[in-house]
């Protein structure tokens, strides 16, 4: 199946500041979705991007088909966003969501 | 609020045992999916459910088994519950029988076996 490779592992900021997290998948991507978990172990959809380009207010994704990537761009972070940030895809042919292992974000006051 | 709703939010039960996690799936969602997720095996898919049928099946043990109702709801039943089994287990719907979709999910049941 496919592999979803996530960097980086931990990510720690000062309010305030801008972060990139990156996804890289070793099969086509098909259904390609981030989400937010958060300290309480909830998993909050944030896109469902298989391509292009989506924002929401402060967050922002760009997924790159062609080169099997993904972006996820938080601008102005807020101790709100604190907690694992997934990225999963099914890949070719499957209907199961494939995880990365995800990255810990600690927004500091 | 993802419109899935999952309980019981937490169950604590001793090894041997058996339980039942039920979930609802959003309105009009026909796929239901199942995920484990454990500290040392992350996020794992289980099974999929599609309008009643069985659709798809990951990582599920046998000792673990799902259904699905003709009104759309779903359980995971695990039994001979081990220590290893302690998880948070998660359900989630789409509205896409291919799964190309967005999936939502629901708050998790979080599963103690003592």
């Known amino acids: 199946g496919i592999q979803v490779e996530q960097s980086p592992p931990d990510l720690i900021l000062q309010e305030g500041a801008n972060s990139t997290l990156r996804c890289n998948f070793s099969?086509?991507?098909?259904?390609l979705q981030w989400f937010h978990q958060n300290p309480w172990g909830q998993l909050i959809n944030l896109f469902y991007i298989p391509s292009g380009t989506k924002q929401n207010g402060r967050l922002s994704a760009t997924t790159v088909a062609t080169e099997r990537y993904s972006l996820l761009y938080i601008s102005s972070s807020q101790t709100t966003d604190s907690g694992v940030y997934f990225c999963a895809d099914s890949g070719g042919s499957n209907y199961k969501l494939t995880f990365g292992k995800g990255t810990l974000l600690t927004v500091n006051p | 609020d993802s419109g899935v709703t999952q309980t019981p939010k937490h169950l604590i039960t001793a090894t041997g045992q058996r339980v039942t996690l039920r979930c609802s799936p959003r309105?009009?969602?026909?796929?239901v999916y199942w995920y484990q997720q454990s500290l040392d095996q992350g996020l794992q898919f289980l099974i999929q459910y599609y309008n009643g049928e069985e659709r798809a099946k990951g990582n599920i043990l046998e000792r673990f088994s799902a259904q699905q109702f003709p009104d759309l709801h779903s359980e995971l039943n695990l039994s001979s519950l081990e220590l290893g089994d302690s998880a948070l287990y998660f359900c989630?719907?789409?509205?896409?029988?291919?799964?190309?979709?967005?999936?939502?999910f629901g708050p998790g049941t979080r599963l103690t076996v003592l």
């Open positions: 989630a719907s789409s509205l896409d029988r291919l799964g190309r979709d967005t999936q939502y």
């Open positions: 099969d086509s991507v098909n259904n």
């Open positions: 309105s009009g969602d026909l796929s």
